[in-house]
């Protein structure tokens, strides 16, 4: 048996995603460019993608420009934030992705813009009154905070986030990256400025996501050549992927009360089947229901000797899990986010994140093989 609990680094694609992607391959290979009937269907294609995306955040077609995924997208918030929008201050957390988290580091040693880290709390938490200490001392900065923390699955409250961005004048981004298709996001009532999205989280495709930009804010082009995404981003458009990532959102704003409790559920079992059987392990970040992701379970192993080979263990055990992000699988070494909340260097940290495919057998499967790896 082989478990995958491993959906904050990626999800299987969903069904009905790889029926609408395979559709268009086969059936709609026009250049949404091309000024001819065939061009012009891949055209009506792709506008009815950005309409049925723009539909369920509540933005307007005009304001979803189609990427590559969320690291592209949280570099061109960043990157033009600075450049074509005029902010010299970046205020951010120590936990973002490094997506956001390198770029606003090279605007800084760039000289480009001055890089404030807001300070967090063991769990992680935002301190709200040193945010508005810093967007107070920093009026017109860039506000850079994520929405769930894709390592120890934190959350922030992206409404009073943007009230303070709002009150000093700052420009609020938000990498939703992990909440995105497992939350409602109106970009309305949230009264955001940018937000990023990546299809391959919800259980649709690799390499295709979408920048959210208020259409108060006109960016210059990050890739030049042809006219795509209103002169945003050149490059033929990738229509399948497209047409996969505006599926898969759809499905999971269908299913997204019934997907919660469901992944809650699990998370829950997890959580008590540990304390139960294993209670020398703690946990990272908050847990509790509304504070805390419904998909990301980090758990910290008290020092051991196998502490390393903690991954590889289950892995040979049948359970995929991660250290941390996708880009340090494999290893918890050198995870900037639990260096940040502070979590001991001597400790292990594991993450376990839940979609809409597993299972109850599976989280029990998952905890049984812990629970006989820590006892050997
Ligand atoms: C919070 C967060 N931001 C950005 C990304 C990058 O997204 P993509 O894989 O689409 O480049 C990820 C993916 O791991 C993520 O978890």
């Known amino acids: ?68 995924g969320g690291t592209e997208a949280d570099n061109i918030v960043i990157r033009s934030a600075v450049t074509d929008l005029g902010v010299k201050n970046i205020i951010t957390s120590p936990t973002e992705h490094h997506a956001v988290l390198h770029t606003a580091e090279e605007m800084n040693e760039k000289g480009m813009a001055v890089l404030h880290f807001v300070n967090i709390n063991e769990k992680g938490e935002i301190d709200l009154e040193n945010l508005e200490f810093l967007a107070s001392k920093y009026p017109e900065s860039l506000i850079s905070i994520m929405h769930a923390n894709n390592e120890i699955g934190t959350l922030s409250n992206l409404k009073t986030i943007s009230a303070i961005a709002k009150k000093y004048h700052c420009i609020f981004h938000s990498d939703t990256v992990q909440t995105m298709g497992h939350y409602k996001i109106d970009v309305e009532e949230l ?102 992701l419904y998909t990301v379970l980090n758990v910290s192993v008290p020092p051991s000797p196998i502490g390393d080979m903690l991954l590889f263990k289950l892995d040979i055990e049948g359970v995929c899990a991660s250290g941390g992000s996708a880009c340090s699988s494999g290893s918890n070494k050198g995870s900037h986010v639990l260096a940040a909340i502070k979590h001991p260097e001597d400790r292990t940290g594991l993450r376990f994140s839940f979609g809409k495919f597993t299972t109850e057998k599976d989280i029990r499967f998952a905890v049984d093989k812990l629970q006989k790896i820590l006892s050997e």
Request: with cysteine.
């Open 191 to 292: 009264g955001i400025d940018f937000l990023v999205c990546s299809a391959h989280k919800f259980n649709g495709p690799k390499g295709t996501g979408f920048l959210y930009i208020k259409n108060i804010h006109k960016l210059k082009p990050m890739i030049t050549g042809g006219g795509q995404e209103k002169n945003l981003r050149a490059g033929t458009e990738n229509l399948h992927g497209i047409v996969g990532l505006a599926k898969a959102l759809e499905i999971s704003n269908k299913i997204l009360d019934e997907k919660r409790k469901k992944i809650q559920s699990l998370k829950n079992l997890m959580i008590n089947l540990i304390k139960e059987k294993i209670p020398q392990i703690g946990f990272n970040g908050l847990i509790t229901e509304n504070e805390s």
């Open 1 to 68: 048996m082989r478990v995958y609990l491993d959906n904050a680094a990626t999800t299987p694609l969903d069904q009905e995603v790889v029926t609408a992607m395979t559709d268009v391959l086969s059936n709609y290979y026009g250049n949404p460019s091309a000024q001819h009937a065939i061009g012009r269907t891949a055209k009506g294609i792709l506008e009815i993608a950005r309409r049925n995306v723009a539909e369920l955040i509540n933005a307007k077609s005009s304001e979803i420009f189609f990427t590559s």
